[in-house]
């Protein structure tokens, strides 16, 4: 139990344009989830926590207009990043975690967004 | 306020070795602890936790931590390292009142044939 899925694993985008990714929990009902950058042979770094149904909270230095967060229903939530480039390029982690147990996230396999 | 301090950014046992992961917090609530593996392009991977039963806990693959409060402690254990060990890791915390993680800075373990 508890699954978490990203869409996509991979993509490469033009510098410029905007890409989504899509996260969602296959089999419970995510009240909180999270977004998480991980540059390479670093830690993870909070981008910002969502509840279903309202906005997103972002943290401190993290441009809400360049990483646009949608937690639209109980099982998803999207991360769109605006016009990307290359800086933007990293790997991207959601988290969720249900009413039952806030305390613990349960981790999606990533996305590696590289903009060229 | 919370954090966590992972010492030893890169670790090198031989295979059959003893594995030690150093994890030290600091909380001003009672803290929920993780240790969670990542393989390179994956996600993180759940290896154990503490939620303020057993301080002594199981994980998978034969890793285990204990809780000590004394100590602010919850290091990562196992008897005998195995290749597929390499990897890296993290321990996070979160808390009541806040379910935010903090994680440390991640420590490579490296597998020696």
């Known amino acids: 139990g508890a699954v978490v899925s990203q869409h996509p694993s991979r993509v490469i985008c033009k510098s410029g344009t905007s890409v989504k990714i899509e996260c969602r929990s296959l089999d419970f009902q995510a009240t909180t989830m999270f977004w998480y950058r991980q540059f390479p042979k670093q830690s993870l770094m909070l981008m910002a926590t969502s509840n279903e149904g309202s906005k997103a909270t972002y943290e401190q230095g993290v441009e809400k207009d360049k990483f646009l967060i949608n937690h639209a229903s109980l099982t998803l939530s999207t991360l769109t990043v605006t016009s990307a480039h290359p800086e933007d390029s990293s790997f991207y982690i959601c988290?969720?975690?249900?009413?039952?147990?806030?305390?613990?996230?349960?981790f999606g396999p990533g996305t590696r967004l590289t903009v060229t | 306020a919370q954090s966590v301090t992972q010492l030893g950014s890169h670790v090198s046992v031989s295979e059959g070795a003893l594995v030690l992961l150093r994890c030290n917090y600091s909380s001003s609530v009672p803290p929920y602890l993780f240790w969670y593996v990542q393989y390179p392009n994956q996600g993180l991977q759940l290896l154990l936790k503490?939620?303020?039963?057993?301080?002594l806990v199981k994980g998978i693959n034969g890793f285990e931590a204990e809780f000590k409060k004394s100590e602010t402690s919850f290091h990562l254990t196992k008897p005998s390292a195995h290749m597929s060990d390499a990897a890296e890791y993290f321990c996070a915390v979160s808390g009541a009142g806040t379910y935010k993680y903090i994680f440390g800075t991640g420590t490579r373990l490296k597998v020696l044939a």
């Open positions: 988290s969720a975690s249900h009413e039952g147990q806030s305390y613990e996230q349960y």
């Open positions: 503490y939620t303020s039963a057993a301080t």
